[in-house]
């Protein structure tokens, strides 16, 4: 059995969370996501939902612990919220937002500017002698992996200097350059 997916999940105060049809409705104060179970049976007594499969097949255990996971992170979403911080490193990278635009100037001639889903609240810091941070920040954890997964791919972090847009605390592989 999956260590994840027999793992019962406590549902905290102030989280409701409902099931229709194989389809899972999580509601908090940060928002609301949904998510469709196939295959997997889903149970909500009192505080505690619990995942089971009917049988031993492949696909079966393979969506057992990945549904719990994604109710657990709906359910931690909602309540907390999820937080990205990626770092600008290389001299003039600027980032800028205006709103739901990020403008960010990473070393092409055109600065890159990327609209964002209004679900994710984008802060940028700038502090003199320190790298710029740009901090996106929401209830879906997907979401924020997948727009934070965008920006670092306009410039990812190159391995001889290390210059490019990496998350905060990544470490990064460095190459020893040409030795003549």
Do not use: C, W
């Not at 937080?83 to 709103?99: D, F, H, I, M, P």
């Amino acid at each position: 059995m999956s260590r994840i997916g027999k793992n019962p999940i406590t549902i905290p105060e102030g989280v409701t969370v409902s099931l229709n049809d194989k389809i899972v409705t999580v509601k908090g104060k940060l928002g609301e996501l949904t998510q469709e179970i196939k295959d997997i049976d889903v149970k909500i007594e009192d505080d505690l939902i619990t995942f089971e499969r009917s049988s031993d097949k492949k696909d079966q255990k393979a969506k057992h612990g990945l549904y719990r996971s994604l109710v657990n992170n709906m359910i931690e979403g909602v309540s907390k919220g999820f937080t990205k911080e990626l770092e600008l490193v290389g001299v003039g990278y600027r980032a800028s937002n205006q709103g739901q635009k990020l403008e960010l100037a990473v070393g092409f001639s055109h600065n890159i500017v990327f609209e964002l889903a209004p679900e994710v609240k984008v802060e940028t810091v700038s502090d003199k002698g320190k790298n710029p941070i740009v901090k996106l920040s929401s209830h879906d954890k997907q979401l924020v992996g997948q727009i934070a997964a965008k920006i670092r791919s306009f410039r990812a972090p190159e391995p001889y200097k290390g210059k490019g847009i990496k998350f905060v605390g990544e470490q990064l592989r460095r190459k020893a350059g040409k030795s003549a």
